[in-house]
């Protein structure tokens, strides 16, 4: 309780106009969905010269699109939204006869272009999302634009739960098969283990079923391929039983992180969820590690049904707090190890706790927060972790976040991020978009992200390839060693490079 006051007393002298502007929800998204402060023009958009086609619409013509990091404003030639696969074949024909490359989107979270064709075309899959459940046979069929919060709303009622998703499930199932993502899920870790078969359509319109036993190399290639291979139209992936789990914190020092994982969960059916959280806090900052587990102790109880997430402005004032300095992000700290506990249930649905849109991260003020990723062995955590502190704080790097979630051995992807176990360490960072502060800072995490991504490949690591693309294609060889195998692939099922983004313009072959 001394904590508790100790934290109240920080926050209420800190002032209650900040209270209200940092607790507010936006009205709406905010203009760097749009535009793109502070940085130069990346070109004018190309001028509409083809007659618009009957057979599919354009909900946007010309003008720019971003994504969620607003550093990538690129001019395009339109936005289709299809709502069923002949007007997708429509549109890559339109595109091919016109020359015009074409990238898919979701969500947008991506956050290096890799979701945007550069005067080109862009599929905003989001209207074709259909969701089949098979009961009997534990799966379910996914249309690619179907979001992960869209699914858990039509498996809850059926006392069923996706087998492993993204940790937010605003994202699209499309993006997440695309960039081979990973959650809160330690088991199977990945989402590509659970995914049975997908069809895809070709650059030329033919639809293609691609599986394990099937089409296996287009199956490689599609998961974790960003988009350059064809149109994800729908994936066969698992479900489970949705269960009831009693949450666990344990307080750890990262050096005795990965031996507690190895001897408590790794393997252990028990727990059925797990991720941890790196302090950011300044006295024991990267430090000190909150194990969460979520452990398969209520096999009586029946889940509680699905309800929207709760506590969001007071979350929000919490986060953007903790982007102003120590202070905030010491208070940030103390509430989650002292208060949290008694303020969100300790018992609770698979479901639910999967359950997070992460809507308190939206926000009135003038800033972006930008997300990278790297993947540590286990023997090599410790190391990782002294080096990132090293650097954020050489840097001045803006962390506001450090989040440890688990992969496996990858045996599905043609671009493995993980070919052993590892942990995941996901950072977040924030960037300031006033013009006063904007270029010191963004630099000041671009200068961050390339030295953490030599750390990770000198400890036998890698990094996470849907986010800013400020490393060098030597860096990428370097982590990914099938890069030149997985471009050489993508001539044989696109020749004509009908489908394109950033990161293949940046780092594919000249």
């Known amino acids: 309780m001394l904590a ?8 209420f002298s800190f002032g209650a106009v900040k209270v209200g502007e940092w607790s507010a929800a936006p009205e709406k998204e905010k203009d760097c969905l749009l535009r793109d402060p502070g940085l130069p023009e990346t070109g004018k958009p190309v001028e509409l010269t083809v007659p618009m086609p009957d057979s599919f619409a354009f909900v946007q013509s010309g003008g720019y699109l971003n994504d969620a990091s607003c550093l990538n404003r690129t001019p395009i ?28 989107a979701g969500a947008h979270h991506s956050m290096g272009g890799q979701s945007i064709a550069q005067n080109g075309i862009v599929l905003d899959m989001n209207d074709f999302d259909e969701i089949v459940v098979n009961q009997e046979g534990m799966t379910m069929r996914v249309q690619s634009g179907a979001t992960w919060g869209e699914i858990q709303q039509q498996l809850d009622p059926l006392g069923l739960s996706v087998k492993a998703m993204q940790s937010i499930n605003i994202f699209s199932v499309g993006g997440t098969l695309s960039v081979n993502a990973h959650g809160i899920a330690h088991d199977p870790g990945q989402v590509a283990p659970t995914v049975r078969s997908m069809r895809i359509m070709l650059a030329d319109g033919s639809v293609v079923t691609a599986s394990r036993e099937q089409n296996e190399e287009l199956f490689r290639h599609v998961l974790g391929g960003y988009g350059l291979f064809g149109v994800i139209l729908d994936a066969d992936l698992d479900v489970v039983q949705n269960e009831v789990y009693g949450r666990e914190d344990v307080y750890v020092d990262y050096k005795d992180f990965s031996e507690y994982f190895t001897t408590y969960i790794d393997g252990n059916p028990r727990d059925g969820l797990f991720y941890a959280r790196l302090s950011v806090a300044p006295q024991s900052y990267l430090r000190e590690v909150a194990v969460h587990q979520y452990a398969r102790t209520k096999p009586d109880e029946d889940p509680q049904p699905l309800h929207p997430e709760t506590h969001n402005g007071f979350l929000r004032f919490v986060v953007n707090f903790s982007k102003t300095g120590s202070l905030g992000r010491w208070t940030r700290w103390m509430l989650e190890k002292y208060l949290q506990p008694f303020v969100f249930p300790s018992v ?18 003038n800033d972006t927060d930008i997300l990278q990723e790297y993947f540590v062995p286990h023997d090599q955590f410790a190391a990782f972790v002294d080096g990132l502190r090293e650097t954020v704080r050489k840097n001045d790097a803006n962390l506001l976040n450090a989040t440890i979630r688990i992969v496996h051995a990858d045996q599905d992807t043609a671009m493995p991020y993980a070919p052993e176990g590892r942990f995941a360490v996901v950072l977040y960072f924030n960037v300031s978009l006033d013009e006063s502060k904007y270029q010191d800072q963004l630099a000041a995490l671009d200068k961050t992200t390339n030295e953490l991504i030599d750390l990770s490949t000198s400890l036998r690591g890698s990094f996470y390839l849907p986010y800013r693309l400020t490393y060098s294609s030597e860096q990428l060889r370097m982590a990914y060693p099938a890069t030149d195998a997985f471009f050489e692939t993508k001539q044989t099922y ?3 490079g009908l489908f394109q ?10």
């Open 4 to 11: 508790a006051a100790i934290v109240a007393t920080a926050i």
């Open 77 to 104: 030639y339109g936005v289709v939204a299809p709502k069923n696969e002949d007007e997708i074949r429509q549109t890559l024909r339109f595109a091919s006869e016109n020359h015009l490359p074409v990238a898919m």
């Open 348 to 365: 609770i649905s698979r479901n639910q706790a999967m359950f997070d849109s992460m809507t308190y991260l939206k926000n009135n003020l």
């Open 494 to 496: 696109d020749p004509a």
């Open 501 to 510: 983004n950033a990161f293949s313009n940046t780092y594919g072959p000249r």
